[in-house]
Structure formats: C-alpha cells, structure tokens
C-alpha cells in the first residue's frame, strides 16, 4: 500500500477519534452498566416500599380497571409479580405524562398511587443513549448517531493504518519503558480483536439515533408522492363502547403464550390502542433461547377479543419470519439479548474494553506530541492546545467514571431513606463530570490524572460499601433476593475498584517520576527562599505553577 494513502487514513483516523473519542468513552463505559440494568434496578430499590411492591390477582385487577378507566387513557402495563405468579400491578400515564399504579384493595375496589419508574435503570441507559450529553433524548441521539458514523470511519481507516504491520504486531503487548509503544499496542490489540463487534455497535448505534430522520425524509418524499397536498389523515374510529368487558383474561393470554413457547418467561403484559377498534395486547417476556428483539425482552402480540397470536407481529425466537429474524438479530447483536449471562458478561467486558479503546486512542495523540518534544535539543513547555486535550480527555472520562456509580449510590439512599427527588442520578453524575473537568482544566491532566482515578475507585467502592451499610437498616434483604439480585452488582463493582486503585498507583508512579517535560508530569513544589528570584526558576515551571 502507498504510504501517502496510509498517512491519509491516518490523519483521518487521529481526527475523527479526537473529536468523538470522549463521547464515545462515556457511551460504552456506561453501555457496560446497562448489560445489568434490571439488577441495578432492583440494587438501587432494595427496600421498596410497601405501597409499590403492592399486587394483586390478575385477572380481578384487569377487570375491574378495564371497566372504570378513563377514556383518555389509551394503554397500559399489566407489571406481573416476579415472585408470586397470578399476581400484578397496572401501570397508566396521564395526559400530564405523570405515572400511577394501580392495585385492589381488601374488598377488591381499586387504589390508584404514584408509580416509580426504574430510576437507576432508566439513569445508566440515559448515560449510555446520550453519551454524557446535558441534553434531551431528542436532541442527544441524533448527535450520538452522526458521532457513531464517525467511529464507523475511525474503525475502517483505523484498519487500513494497520495493515501494512498486522502480521507482525497482531498480538503483541510489550510491557516496556516505552509508555507509548504499550498504548499503541494495547490500542492496536483491542481494535482488531473487537473490530467485528464494535462494527456492529457502530453501524447499529446510527440506525437506531437516526431511523427519525430516515422516516421524516421518506414521508417528505416517497410516501408524498401522489396524496393531494393538503390531504387529512384517514380517521382511526373509536372502541367500541364495553368492548373491554368481552376480552379474554390475562391468565388465559399467559397460557396462551406456554402453548406457543415454554422457553418464554412472561414479565407483562402492554394493552395498546385502548381507544381504537384494534387494540392489541403486546407480552414481552425473557426468552434466551434466541435472539430478541429488545433489550431483555421477546415479544408476542395477542389479539385481546380473542386470545389469538397475531400473525405477522410476533417478536418471540423461533416464531418469526426470516425477515423479522433478520432485524431481531440486529437488534440483539446491539443489547447483547441472546446466550444469557454469559453473553452479558462478554458484552459487559467488550463495553470497558472499548472505553479504554478510546481513551488510549486519545493519550496515543497526546504521546506523539512529547515524541516531537524529546526530539529538541532544549525541550519546551507543552504546546497550549495539547494540554487542553489532555485535561479534556482526563478530566470528562474520570469523571464519567466517577459520576456513574456515584449515581447509582445516591439513587439507591434516596430509595432506603424514602425520599423523592426526581433526576438525582443525573444530577450527581453532570456534577461529577463537570467537576473532574474543571480539576483538570485548572489544575493540569498530570495533577487531575492520579487524583480523579483514585476518586474513580472510591466511587466505584461505594457501591458495595452501601450495600455493607444498609444491612443496618431494617428490611434490607439478606438470603437468596440478595444473592441472586445484588450480590453480583456489588462483587462486579469490587473487581471494578480494586482494579482502578492498581491504576491510580500506576499514574501516581508516572507523575513523580516521569519525564520531566513530559504532560503527565506533576510539577515539583518549589521552596522560594528570599535569596531565589523568578529568573532562577525554569519557564516550563513557572507556566505550570
């Protein structure tokens, strides 16, 4: 290959990830979190009270609702009790967006509650889909998707730049003096290795940010041509009056749904389109034995008058279309939604690696500029810009690490305490990422390095701390709930730690002892005596003090 087509793609691949690299970071560190999300739901409520873990049989609770819900509700969530089967809570939003449970009382009339959302669920996934954006959803994805066509570009030059030495570097780690040369290859080692999944992350990512820009383009133009302009959209008709009172029951609908799959594991039951003449009744349900559509969830779509498995929306492994299966493997080769546990751990693991992709890849740029330092014969103080990206890169992706589990931690106390303050997680992770910025900023990457990543492992720490502390407390579930549902968030948040506090002895050890002209070296404090004068303390020094 000619080198100027290899310094091309190098150019581009350098830029590229210095733009979106941070964002990135911070939507793959938090991506790892989401692997986890219903059991770091369920950590962050260990003590739910006693109103919302409130339940009741099925079939009374969705006839009397299905009898007295207000017109102006057009869908809601049958919640089914993971731990008492036949069991469940309604779930509805008003008009104002606001969200209420609702259950039966002793003498089996209704009692409507505000409802909780999964809010330490809901907070990482957040983190994730807006890659640390102090944005609205609308505006962040979008942003995300453009940024994730960049990475899609990052990784394809990045693999051109690498070919003329794959061969020879493939697999090689050299733990040497040569600090750059082990960031080159732990960076060169995990973008080939992980190069399929990260195309696949990439690719998926765009689709899913920037779907409402395709469709908003095809209903501007394709779906427009030959309707008079002008045209009203097609009247949807109204529900029958009392057509509810003729639906069949959930627990039929759950038989219903062993006889298609005894694989599928019900968790609710979603009646849409209450206000039309065809609602429906969407299931969705674990089923590991393939891929599925969403998250952690298959679907099947009933037809509530009947029972009856709607053909042609079924969403559940094994009972598609080969089109249908072909998007459910999209889907799923994105949320890491088939093979169980031990394909969310590997995707668990593949989200941080790909976090320390993109953080080597930047500390990568920052290294070859002190190459080209090292080469002169009096070595200068850092270029302005190069220190900028250094406290940018440090100071957003520490604090990320930070904010995340401070987040989690904070949800979890507000949850024991039995407060209500809405958007707590967000909040302490914006203030976490702003402050690691503002320490690397005004203090420098090699003074913010050591510190940020030892503050990184104490957050990450807390987590099972909290856990430690909240066994004090009443109702803090000890046995099996605790075993299956926050034992494993806890002892992943202790390797994660233990492993941060290695690297924070690692960058202090740099710090102290690196090069002297180097970025991530502290500046030595200086004793001025009356008899020293500014003329006799070096420029690097005096522009870091």
Known sequence: MKPEIVRTYKVVHTWVGIVSG????????????TMFKPEIGRWAEAVPSAQQGASSPIDALARAFFATRDDAIGSAVLELDRERPGFGRMRYADKQGASWQV?????????????????????????????????????????????????????????????????KDLLLLRITANVKRFWLDAHNLIGITSLPFHLVIALTTAGFCLHDWVYDTQDATIHAIGKPAGAAPGAKGKAAPGASADWV???????????????????????????????????GGEDWSGHMRAPRAGFMNFNPATGQL???ISL????????????????????????????????????????????????????????KNRQLAVPLAQPRHVRWVAALTVGLCLGAVIGLPLGLV????????????????????????????????????????????????????LVPATSLLAGVFPGMPIGKPYVTDYLFIDA??????????????RVRRRGRSGELHSVWREPAPLALSPQTNSSQIPSNQMEQM
Do not use: C
């Not at 949850?415 to 209500?420: E, V």
């Open 22 to 33: 941070v964002m990135l970071f911070i939507a793959f560190y938090a991506g790892a979190f």
């Open 310 to 312: 709607n053909k042609g």
């Open 103 to 167: 259950t039966l009382d002793n003498d089996g009339r209704l009692q409507t509650s505000a409802a909780q959302t999964a809010p330490a669920g809901h907070f990482v996934d957040e983190v994730h889909r807006n890659g640390g954006l102090p944005l609205a959803g609308a505006v962040a994805e979008p942003i995300i998707g453009l940024v994730a066509l960049l990475y899609a570009l990052a990784l394809i030059s990045g693999v051109v730049i690498l070919l003329p030495s794959l061969l």
């Open 492 to 505: 992943l948040s202790l390797l994660g730690g233990l492993a941060l506090l290695w690297m924070a002895a």
């Open 410 to 461: 904070a949800l979890r106390w507000q949850a024991s305490l039995g407060l209500d303050m809405a958007g707590i997680g967000l909040s302490v992770f914006n203030t976490a990422l702003a402050a690691g910025l503002l320490a690397a900023l005004v203090k420098g990457a090699a003074w913010a390095g050591y510190r940020l990543t030892l503050a990184a492992a104490l957050a990450t720490l």
């Open 249 to 283: 029951t959930p627990s039929r609908l759950l038989a219903n749904a062993r006889a298609q799959s005894a694989s599928f594991t019900p968790t609710e039951l979603t009646y849409r389109g209450l206000n039309s003449p065809k609602p429906q009744v969407n299931m």
């Open 316 to 371: 559940l492994p094994r009972q598609q279309t080969n089109w249908e299966a072909s998007l459910s493997a999209i889907f799923s080769l994105h949320f890491g939604s088939f093979g169980g546990v031990p394909v969310r751990l590997a995707y668990a693991v593949m989200g941080v690696l790909g976090a320390i992709l993109f953080y080597t890849g930047n500390l990568l740029w920052i290294e070859s500029r002190l190459k």
